[in-house]
């Protein structure tokens, strides 16, 4: 019996031999009090090499694998291996945790390295993307993280001379990282031609941007910025495992066990080779170096830690040394001295001094070494090896005495009887053998009983018995010498045994847990003298039992320390300590024994041991040594708060039923009711379950809380306000410290906490995110700055918040019995306490784990007769109130009690409201204030007790148990209730709100009704029986028993009240007659339980519902069973309406009818309203009757879970709801349609959004139906076949030219027009101008800046910044992808900061994902990358008032709302934001909390609070006829205004989230853009009209929207569609569909155009002028434009109506040639802009277009596979002279010959042809055409221009090149939107060249201007035209 409590002696660790050197690396270092730091198995170790001590670190649940020192050198961060892995930051002088970093790394964490003030740290994962993870540790928070390579990372460095950046190595791979905002973007190291792409293993940053790394073959890999610049061949022979960098310089060491020291510049200062000093050995390899001053410390592979002091190299000094890699099984201790034998798997033996804490001998063997034994004069020691063999050794010099294999298997155990003549040998194949010593070991006997492995032995006292373990977990016994089998027990009983270290036994059963049969016990080894035995395991756990343990799951005390199994654990000789040994970890630990008497002694040695206890943990046996459980707190504790389903569910359950709605919904619905309820009061306080929720506001008002509701009383008023953001069951509360702001927590899957303000009844702040199933306990901290909170989850974990950020601080797993209470100390703001079944727990906050430590009970005070339930502290005492219901006031160090107060009727004032049910309940609430002390009842009431004495109850309720039974008077605002808590009470509703009569019942009841008269009332029960009371005195008239089940409904038949029918729970409804009191008929007939019954008017016919749902009718007073088609039914005048079946009420059924129930009805008496409670605790309102599925319907969120019961009051003045578990009486006023104050209303509209189309328009779905493409997806944009050229087999020529030739030189590839100057290449290519504006499918993304000086645009993947005046335009060019929104924020602090948000792939925080840069428009510096889980792209982003917040939407399919405190890159709140395509999000324009959504049938009212984000739908239900529809664009006004423009030109003003009038046509088109002044507050909006008169796209309106001015763009257009709107001083800035941006001047409405593009792409055609700097575009939107690039404007455009596909000028530029996509070509005369001709031949596009050098010529190139001839000098006529034949595809591009004679087609196959001009002869011969000088060149194929074509083009081509005018340099566009620059010719593949991004994906074609000075570029996807200056080389 004795097992029933833990050992109360304890062990302490006191040395651990051994190092981590195999698989980690850079894992020793000096601390600043010159201690070594370090790690082993799952321990931090640091040793102080003066006193020869260690201390450890044991915060570690796993092996720890990677540790960073701390720039101060006081901390250390340590990373472990596991599923979870997490950080530890420790301090190395305290060893206590100071942060634990966790929940983001998975398998484990790999390196780890601190920034150069330490604040940040960097960890890398041992996940598949080695996640590289910045932390801010000291708040344990995750800043930034992206996939850190492919393969394994070995080492990372901040960089300490640069911020921000930093360098990682690994497997043939260098990275250079940088950090801005949240983003991590890695450069990977080019290694060139400089050195060998290889595995980098270590690396060390110095300054000037150099790094220097070390490779796996011995070199030393110099580099700067990201560039190889040069090598260090052959600093070692082999891998450089580490680099540590010192003031002096830097000290390498490698595997091939040298130490090089280098200075600070990198050159060699000295090398020390370890393998040559008087330590060494062959093979030794350094893991780890450090180097400071003049010691150096040194790590090695085999667990050795070296000390060399510089002065004398040679001669390292030995700190530590350990078992080397291998399992570690062999264990044994000498017999008379303090010595420990071990042996491995690395061979060897080594002996242990445990005085000195030393290796004293080692040994090595031929074999591994799998167990060790001495003998009992220890003079031997024998060691059974893997291989079946074992050999004995003199200990004294380690000579071999005998070697024996007589066994294959391995020897896992071996012993020598006590009195030393025999040795046992156990062996893997389950044979043991006996040894006779002095025969020179010959073999004496075997044991052969097993069937499996030998496990443990052990010999008798006497030396006659031997008993075994197998692995089968049998345990046999033999007897000696000869090994036969001992079957018989009763000779067994007497045997003593010399040693106990077998598992299993009747004395060892406590060892094993109580309910399994797992096998994972190693080792054990019994101290019969002190009566304790200690266990190994396969968890790393030691543990401690009483000896002997015989029952199961016996208590222990436990010690970590080993990360994975402990292999063997045994007693030293004398019991001074327990050795134990790891087999992994290959460790040796040693702990020191403190038994009971000196345990007191010993705490205050050793403060820093966590003296981790099993009462922490596994024992189950808990409830054997404690007094009785009180039976109230039994019941508290099995309560379960597990919902079937939670209110968080209910948006999924509602999409899987989607589908079915869709079918039913064909009917047009009802529109939901013009009434709606607002909650009045509530009876009910929830005292049952919970404590101390009752407190005095500042103001003197009570605050408490019952079902979902927090509830605040006045009780001068007798009135009550509501909190009413929670849906579920609240389950504690507690106050601020100011007694102003209330947190409550409340059930939930994910359940949350809300911080509210009593006055506002607004919410701060609400967490969530941490807890499960609910939160049971709150507590604020005395400075209110922090809250505490517990949950009601398996471990009842808790959670430190700073709950005004929302952010959690720390978290802790709290125990496995419930907890009540949590309390903060108010004098020591890190420490908490928590109390619950049979503990209390003192916490203590660091970083993110609080460790605790039980603290001595110092005394305990008789207060209560029962438990306590209940304290409040005072200022000096206390106040205490428990189950014996009295309240005692005590003094501060609770020595007296003042006074005390019962609670008992007879001392209830007389003033006081409602009834106390019973004298003394149990309190479970105290608090004082205002002269009073507050009470809170388990019955459910609330007291005042005056200081004096005298009692006044303020608020009541049922107590525990569900409440069913609710009627209402017939003419008298009362209601009577009946429980399950047997009593029936009386309620009045009119304003003095209190319980008017109480009476108990002998059973609980289900069901009640007034009669007619309001007289009498009758009553149903729980037992079958029901009874009629007088309605006044509650006293009894008449009861009857006639069923076995329960009542479920009672109901009189109207008019004279003469029957009454009873329904019960066995099927049947009986009908008596009231006043002959007898039972007249029954109904029979219903298959299941009755739930409901409903007279008609005439008292002749029943309605009832049953729970299989069936409707069934019978006639009164018999019984008769009646079928009544569902017409009928509806004709029928009932007297009430209960019923929740039938046609009539179809729709209360809602979507997800199979997981909720509709449980009670009520109709109001004008037969209009219908009112509904259900499951999920809503109560709903549908208009009458709800014919068609799913009708719509108000809904209200009160009450926690089920509603029971519904009635209407007599005069449908109010509705009463009853709320099942929650045990509340809620009442609520019905406001009449028309009645409305201004005011919240807390409805929420029906489930399913309203069928209506939300309107149509062709520029709303293009922009909802957008498809992104990001560039690295993008694919062809020609369909082109074939074979790519860089793929092609290269076709032999006929004639190679011999090498010496007497033929004449090759002529020039490429007619060059400068011939008289030097030819100069050029290097680079600098953007200059933009043609474009991204207006199409974007919005908003034009703004004012610097006064309206300039403004700010993007398109493609650009932000431009264009000065009004010059038209100069100056670019960001950050972004890696299209830009889709852009904002500037208005903040004066953060002068134009501009946020751009862009399109991406995939969410997983690498490059590719989207992300939003904020930058200066200024400067052009970045200031914060938030890399987004927003999937697609981010569609909207909006600064907040202060300018610190930033939102932003994404295109994800939840359309994700994110909030970002952007300068810190951190996330604080992100919700899915709707299903539909949200348009726009923006901040209102005064708050940080505040903003609005709209899209697609949405607008979104939204609260930020804490980090949770709260959303409101817009309320349409107060305008008639008002519908939802797409919501397009947002402004603000004074007062909480909030407009909407919508897709049908409407504009929707809203007061908080309602509708409050409409702006009825405000456009004539959608309104897409609207734009709120903030120095006025006028708004101006933008739509989609026709331009008429008075109407016009732009309008500028006061603040309140109601008178406005109409401007008109003159653009011309027949439509004018403004997709942005910017106001600035006296000018409107306008963007607009057709690519243009506007100025419009407020006085004169004066417009001027400041931007053109064209409106849509791709731009195909592009030509720029022979000699002046203009070029031509032609584009897919059927104009031609003519750009002037000096003039940085367009100068003209010509709309053709057809799309255009090429353009082209004339060698003299007077004539333009202009291809369609219809076939037709025309020619125009540059001067007049006259057609000089037009032809069509051919029907399909044009594709490319030349005039001939000589002018003489036009070939037009088509997508007939054609190039027909057209010869000019013949007129206007354009007859065509003759056309290339046998052309295999579609023309791409066109050249001419510089002689006009011939002409070079490239087509869709990827093949280039040469025809003559013009015949259109094919040319074949190879020799020819190289001789050929040609007038341009924009051919992609060709063996000249094979190198344009990249590796990465297997789904993108390249589309366009030219070559410049001089002829050496060659520009190329591409499908993945580059433009590439490369030297002409490029024959080789894969050329080198410099690539220039900016254009969306395609680039669709690239010229060069006259002169070379700029090359212009087409855009495909993105409209637009880049104009790039050209940098030529100097001279």
């Given amino acids: 019996m004795a097992a029933r409590s833990a050992p109360s002696c304890h062990l302490r660790l006191e040395w651990v031999y051994g190092y981590r050197g195999h698989q980690c690396r850079n894992n020793l270092y000096y601390t600043a009090a010159k201690e070594i730091v370090y790690f082993v198995a799952g321990v931090g170790v640091v040793y102080s090499p003066r006193e020869h001590r260690q201390k450890f670190y044991r915060g570690h649940s796993d092996d720890i694998i990677s540790l960073a020192l701390h720039p101060e050198r006081v901390l250390v961060a340590t990373g472990q291996v596991g599923k979870e892995p997490y950080i530890c930051i420790w301090d190395s002088y305290t060893v206590q945790t100071i942060s634990v970093l966790k929940d983001v790394h998975t398998h484990g964490i790999a390196c780890l390295a601190f920034d150069l003030d330490g604040q940040r740290l960097v960890s890398v994962g041992l996940d598949s993307k080695n996640a590289v993870c910045v932390w801010d540790w000291k708040r344990g928070k995750m800043l930034s993280m992206a996939p850190g390579h492919t393969d394994r990372i070995f080492d990372i460095s901040w960089d300490l001379y640069q911020p921000n950046k930093l360098v990682s190595c690994g497997v043939k791979h260098i990275k250079f990282w940088s950090l801005c905002g949240n983003a991590l973007t890695p450069k990977r190291g080019v290694f060139g031609k400089t050195g060998d792409l290889q595995t980098i293993l270590c690396l060390a940053c110095a300054r000037d941007e150099l790094t220097y790394s070390g490779a796996l073959n011995g070199d030393i890999y110099v580099w700067k910025g990201i560039n190889l610049i040069r090598t260090i061949q052959g600093a070692h022979a082999a891998g450089i495992f580490s680099m540590n960098a010192c003031e002096e310089g830097f000290a390498t060491g490698g595997r091939d066990g040298c130490i090089r020291l280098w200075d600070l510049t990198f050159k060699p200062i000295t090398v020390i080779d370890l393998r040559e000093t008087d330590q060494g050995y062959k093979g030794l390899s350094v893991r780890s170096v450090c180097w400071r001053g003049d010691h150096i410390l040194v790590g090695t592979q085999d667990s050795e830690i070296f000390e060399i002091v510089v002065q004398e190299r040679n001669k390292p000094f030995l700190i530590m040394q350990g078992h080397c890699e291998g399992e570690l099984w062999a264990l044994a201790v000498h017999p008379t001295k303090p010595l420990a034998v071990t042996g491995s798997d690395d061979r060897s033996v080594r002996i242990w001094s445990l005085v000195d804490h030393a290796l004293i001998a080692r040994c090595?063997?031929?074999?591994?070494?799998?167990?060790?034994?001495?003998?009992?004069?220890?003079?031997?020691?024998?060691?059974?090896?893997?291989?079946?063999?074992?050999?004995?050794?003199?200990?004294?010099?380690?000579?071999?005495?005998?070697?024996?294999?007589?066994?294959?298997?391995?020897?896992?155990?071996?012993?020598?009887?006590?009195?030393?003549?025999?040795?046992?040998?156990?062996?893997?194949?389950?044979?043991?053998?006996?040894?006779?010593?002095?025969?020179?070991?010959?073999?004496?006997?075997?044991?052969?009983?097993?069937?499996?492995?030998?496990?443990?032995?052990?010999?008798?006292?006497?030396s006659r018995y031997l008993q075994t373990n197998d692995g089968n977990g049998k345990r046999l016994f033999y007897r000696m010498p000869g090994g036969k089998e001992v079957t018989s027990t009763e000779e067994i009983k007497g045997v003593h045994w010399a040693s106990w270290t077998c598992v299993s036994g009747l004395e060892v059963n406590g060892i094993w847990p109580k309910y399994s049969d797992i096998n994972d016990i190693n080792s054990?080894?019994?101290?019969?003298?002190?009566?304790?035995?200690?266990?190994?395991?396969?968890?790393?756990?030691?543990?401690?039992?009483?000896?002997?343990?015989?029952?199961?799951?016996?208590?222990?005390?436990?010690?970590?320390?080993?990360?994975?199994?402990?292999?063997?654990?045994?007693?030293?000789?004398?019991?001074?300590?327990?050795?134990?040994?790891?087999?992994?970890?290959?460790?040796?630990?040693?702990?020191?024994?403190?038994?009971?008497?000196?345990?007191?002694?010993?705490?205050?040695?050793?403060?820093?041991?966590?003296?981790a206890d099993s009462h922490s943990d596994e024992s189950d046996s808990d409830l054997s040594d404690v007094p009785e459980l009180d039976s109230e707190i039994e019941q508290e504790t099995q309560l379960t708060y597990r919902r079937q389903v939670y209110k968080e569910d209910l948006p999924q359950l509602k999409e899987q039923c989607k589908e079915k709605q869709k079918s039913a919904t064909s009917k047009r619905r009802e529109r939901a009711p013009g009434n709606s309820i607002r909650l009045h009061f509530v009876h009910g306080y929830r005292g049952y379950d919970c404590r101390s929720n009752l407190f005095y506001t500042q103001i003197g008002e009570i605050v408490y809380h019952v079902a979902a509701v927090g509830v605040i009383y006045n009780r001068q008023q007798n009135t009550q306000r509501f909190y009413l953001g929670h849906d579920d069951d609240i389950l504690c509360l507690t106050i601020h410290p100011l007694k102003d702001y209330v947190a409550t927590g409340q059930v939930g899957r994910d359940p949350s906490i809300h911080i509210w303000d009593t006055e506002t009844i607004k919410p701060l702040s609400i967490l969530k995110g941490h807890h499960q199933c609910g939160i049971s306990a709150v507590d604020f901290s005395a400075d209110g700055k922090r809250l505490a909170s517990v949950g009601i989850d398996d471990s009842h974990t808790i959670v430190l918040w700073d709950w005004k950020k929302g952010e959690k601080l720390s978290i802790a797993r709290g125990s496995k019995d419930k907890i009540f209470v949590v309390k903060m100390n108010p004098y020591v703001p890190d420490k908490l306490i928590t109390a619950g079944i049979k503990h209390m727990k003192f916490w203590r906050k660091a970083g993110d784990v609080c460790i605790w430590r039980d603290i001595f009970l110092v005394k305990t005070v008789k207060a209560h007769d029962g438990p306590v339930f209940s304290m409040h502290a005072l200022e000096k005492g206390f106040v205490t109130g428990g189950k014996d219901g009295i309240i005692a006031l005590w003094d501060d160090s609770f020595e007296r009690c003042l006074k005390t107060y019962a609670i008992k009727r007879a001392a209830l004032a007389p003033g006081s409201k409602g009834l106390l049910l019973e004298d003394n309940p149990s309190i479970r609430a105290i608090s004082l204030g205002h002269g009073h002390i507050l009470v809170g009842t388990k019955n459910g009431e609330i007291l005042e007790v005056d200081k004096s004495g005298p009692i006044t109850l303020l608020v009541q309720g049922h107590m525990e148990g569900e409440v069913w039974g609710l009627a209402t008077h017939p003419y008298l605002p009362i209601c009577a209730t009946v429980s399950d808590d047997k009593t029936l009470r009386i309620w009045d509703l009119s304003p003095s709100h209190c319980m008017l009569a109480v009476r108990k019942l002998k059973k609980g009841g289900r069901c009640c009704c007034?009669?007619?008269d309001g007289k009498a009332l009758a009553v149903g029960l729980n037992d079958g029986s029901f009874l009629m009371a007088n309605a006044d005195t509650l006293e009894d008239l008449v009861s009857f028993h006639h069923r076995k089940d329960m009542i479920s409904d009672i109901r009189f038949s109207p008019g004279s009240g003469k029957y009454l029918a009873v329904a019960s729970h066995d099927s049947f409804i009986d009908i008596y007659n009231v006043m002959s009191s007898k039972r007249v008929g029954i109904c029979k007939g219903a298959t299941s339980y009755i739930t409901h019954i409903d007279w008609d008017i005439r008292g002749k016919l029943l309605q009832v519902n049953t729970g299989a749902k069936e409707q069934l009718f019978f006639e009164a007073p018999r019984g008769k069973k009646q079928t009544i088609p569902s017409v009928e039914v509806e004709k029928i005048a009932w007297a009430s309406w209960t019923s929740v079946l039938g046609l009539c009420c179809e729709g209360i059924w809602p979507v997800i009818g199979e997981v909720t129930d509709v449980t009670a009805s009520c109709l109001t008496s004008d037969k209009m309203v219908l009112a509904t409670g259900d499951d999920l605790g809503f109560v709903k309102l549908f208009r009458y009757p709800t014919k068609g599925k799913f009708g719509k319907f108000k809904r209200y969120v009160a009450h926690s879970t089920?509603?029971?019961?519904?009635?209407?009051?007599?005069?449908?003045?109010?509705?009463?709801?009853?709320?099942?578990?929650?045990?509340?009486?809620?009442?609520?006023?019905?406001?009449?349609?028309?009645?409305?104050?201004?005011?919240?209303?807390?409805?929420?509209?029906?489930?399913?959004?309203?069928?209506?189309?939300?309107?149509?328009?062709?520029?709303?779905?293009?922009?909802?139906?957008?498809?992104?493409?990001?560039?690295?997806?993008?694919?062809?944009?020609?369909?082109?076949?074939?074979?790519?050229?860089?793929?092609?087999?290269?076709?032999?020529?006929?004639?190679?030219?011999?090498?010496?030739?007497?033929?004449?030189?090759?002529?020039?590839?490429?007619?060059?027009?400068?011939?008289?100057?030097?030819?100069?290449?050029?290097?680079?290519?600098?953007?200059?101008?933009?043609?474009?504006?991204?207006?199409?499918?974007?919005?908003?993304?034009?703004?004012?800046?610097?006064?309206?000086?300039?403004?700010?645009?993007?398109?493609?993947?650009?932000?431009?910044?264009?000065?009004?005046?010059?038209?100069?335009?100056?670019?960001?060019?950050?972004?890696?992808?299209?830009?889709?929104?852009?904002?500037?924020?208005?903040?004066?602090?953060?002068?134009?900061?501009?946020?751009?948000?862009?399109?991406?792939?995939?969410?997983?925080?690498?490059?590719?994902?989207?992300?939003?840069?904020?930058?200066?428009?200024?400067?052009?510096?970045?200031?914060?990358?938030?890399?987004?889980?927003?999937?697609?792209?981010?569609?909207?982003?909006?600064?907040?008032?202060?300018?610190?917040?930033?939102?932003?939407?994404?295109?994800?399919?939840?359309?994700?709302?994110?909030?970002?405190?952007?300068?810190?890159?951190?996330?604080?709140?992100?919700?899915?934001?709707?299903?539909?395509?949200?348009?726009?999000?923006?901040?209102?324009?005064?708050?940080?909390?505040?903003?609005?959504?709209?899209?697609?049938?949405?607008?979104?009212?939204?609260?930020?609070?804490?980090?949770?984000?709260?959303?409101?739908?817009?309320?349409?239900?107060?305008?008639?006829?008002?519908?939802?529809?797409?919501?397009?664009?947002?402004?603000?006004?004074?007062?909480?205004?909030?407009?909407?423009?919508?897709?049908?030109?409407?504009?929707?003003?809203?007061?908080?989230?309602?509708?409050?009038?409409?702006?009825?046509?405000?456009?004539?088109?959608?309104?897409?853009?609207?734009?709120?002044?903030?120095?006025?507050?006028?708004?101006?909006?933008?739509?989609?009209?026709?331009?008429?008169k008075e109407g016009g796209a732009v309008k500028l309106w006061d603040q309140e929207l109601r008178r406005c001015r109409a401007f008109r763009l003159e653009t011309g257009q027949a439509t004018d569609c403004v997709r942005s709107v910017c106001r600035g001083k006296g000018k409107i800035l306008v963007g607009t569909r057709n690519a243009e941006i506007i100025e419009v001047g407020e006085k004169n409405a004066a417009c001027n155009i400041l931007v053109n593009g064209h409106v849509d792409g791709p731009i195909w055609g592009l030509a720029t002028h022979p000699s002046r700097d203009f070029f031509l575009s032609a584009a897919e939107d059927g104009t031609v434009r003519l750009w002037d690039i000096a003039d940085k404007k367009m100068l003209n455009k010509v709309n053709l109506g057809h799309a255009a596909r090429t353009v082209c000028y004339s060698p003299e530029g007077d004539m333009v040639a202009i291809g369609m996509k219809n076939g037709e070509f025309i020619i125009l005369l540059v001067s007049s802009l006259k057609i000089w001709g037009k032809k069509r031949d051919r029907r399909c596009a044009i594709h490319d277009i030349r005039f001939s050098p000589d002018s003489r010529y036009l070939a037009v190139g088509s997508s007939e596979n054609s190039v027909d001839f057209y010869d000019l000098t013949l007129g206007p006529t354009l007859n065509r002279i003759s056309y290339c034949k046998d052309i295999p595809s579609f023309v791409i591009q066109m050249d001419f010959s510089a002689d006009s004679r011939y002409l070079q087609v490239s087509s869709g196959c990827y093949k280039r042809h040469v025809y003559e001009v013009p015949s259109g002869k094919h040319l074949m011969d190879h020799a020819a055409i190289d001789r050929i000088t040609w007038a341009t060149w924009t051919s992609i194929l060709g063996d000249e221009v094979l190198g344009i074509w990249s590796r990465h083009a297997e789904k993108a081509d390249v589309n366009c090149a030219c070559v410049s005018h001089s002829g050496i340099s060659l520009v190329t566009g591409d499908d993945f939107g580059m433009v590439k620059l490369f030297d002409f010719p490029c024959p080789e593949k894969f050329a080198k060249h410099k690539r220039f991004l900016g254009h969306s994906p395609h680039v669709t074609n690239i010229r060069f201007t006259s002169g070379d000075r700029h090359v212009v570029s087409a855009g495909g996807d993105d409209c637009s035209l880049l104009v790039w200056k050209c940098v030529h080389t100097p001279h």
């Fill in 1202 to 1588: 089920h509603v029971t019961n519904v009635r209407w009051t007599y005069d449908d003045s109010m509705l009463v709801t009853l709320g099942g578990t929650d045990m509340s009486l809620m009442v609520w006023t019905n406001e009449m349609e028309g009645y409305r104050e201004k005011r919240p209303c807390d409805s929420e509209e029906s489930d399913i959004d309203s069928e209506e189309d939300g309107g149509y328009d062709s520029d709303v779905t293009r922009e909802n139906e957008i498809s992104y493409t990001i560039r690295a997806l993008s694919t062809n944009i020609r369909p082109m076949f074939g074979i790519k050229p860089h793929l092609q087999q290269k076709e032999p020529s006929t004639d190679e030219r011999p090498p010496v030739s007497r033929a004449p030189p090759q002529p020039e590839k490429l007619q060059t027009n400068n011939v008289g100057k030097k030819k100069r290449p050029i290097e680079d290519l600098v953007l200059e101008l933009v043609f474009g504006y991204r207006g199409r499918d974007c919005r908003n993304n034009v703004h004012y800046l610097n006064d309206g000086d300039d403004i700010i645009y993007h398109t493609a993947s650009i932000g431009i910044l264009h000065n009004v005046a010059t038209g100069s335009q100056s670019f960001y060019q950050e972004h890696n992808d299209d830009i889709l929104c852009l904002t500037v924020n208005q903040h004066p602090k953060f002068i134009n900061i501009v946020a751009t948000g862009q399109v991406g792939d995939s969410a997983d925080m690498s490059a590719a994902a989207p992300s939003i840069h904020i930058w200066d428009a200024m400067n052009k510096q970045t200031l914060s990358i938030l890399r987004c889980y927003h999937s697609k792209g981010v569609c909207s982003v909006s600064f907040s008032a202060t300018g610190k917040l930033l939102l932003s939407v994404g295109l994800d399919p939840e359309h994700t709302i994110t909030i970002w405190r952007w300068q810190e890159g951190a996330k604080i709140a992100s919700r899915a934001g709707h299903n539909q395509r949200i348009f726009v999000a923006e901040f209102r324009p005064d708050s940080d909390t505040q903003f609005v959504s709209v899209g697609v049938k949405h607008v979104k009212f939204w609260t930020l609070a804490g980090r949770a984000l709260l959303s409101k739908k817009g309320l349409l239900s107060t305008l008639e006829d008002a519908r939802m529809q797409t919501m397009l664009a947002i402004a603000f006004g004074a007062n909480n205004l909030t407009f909407t423009g919508t897709i049908s030109g409407d504009v929707c003003v809203w007061k908080d989230h309602i509708l409050c009038r409409i702006v009825a046509r405000a456009h004539n088109g959608p309104v897409f853009a609207m734009y709120t002044t903030l120095r006025d507050g006028l708004i101006v909006t933008g739509g989609k009209e026709r331009p008429s």
């Fill in 364 to 462: 090595n063997m031929e074999e591994p070494i799998r167990c060790a034994a001495v003998n009992a004069d220890g003079i031997h020691l024998a060691l059974g090896m893997k291989d079946g063999s074992f050999t004995v050794l003199r200990v004294r010099d380690m000579t071999e005495v005998v070697h024996i294999k007589d066994r294959k298997e391995a020897i896992h155990e071996l012993k020598y009887s006590p009195d030393g003549t025999y040795l046992a040998v156990g062996c893997n194949d389950s044979s043991v053998d006996i040894y006779g010593v002095a025969q020179r070991y010959k073999k004496v006997g075997e044991c052969l009983g097993s069937l499996s492995f030998i496990t443990h032995l052990d010999w008798s006292s006497d």
């Fill in 1010 to 1012: 007034f009669s007619p």
């Fill in 524 to 611: 054990v080894d019994g101290n019969y003298i002190g009566q304790v035995l200690v266990t190994a395991d396969d968890y790393g756990i030691i543990k401690l039992f009483r000896y002997p343990c015989l029952r199961k799951g016996a208590k222990f005390r436990k010690y970590i320390g080993h990360s994975a199994h402990v292999t063997n654990v045994r007693w030293s000789h004398d019991y001074q300590w327990v050795i134990s040994i790891g087999g992994a970890d290959h460790s040796v630990f040693q702990w020191k024994f403190i038994p009971e008497r000196k345990l007191k002694d010993a705490l205050h040695i050793a403060p820093q041991e966590s003296l």
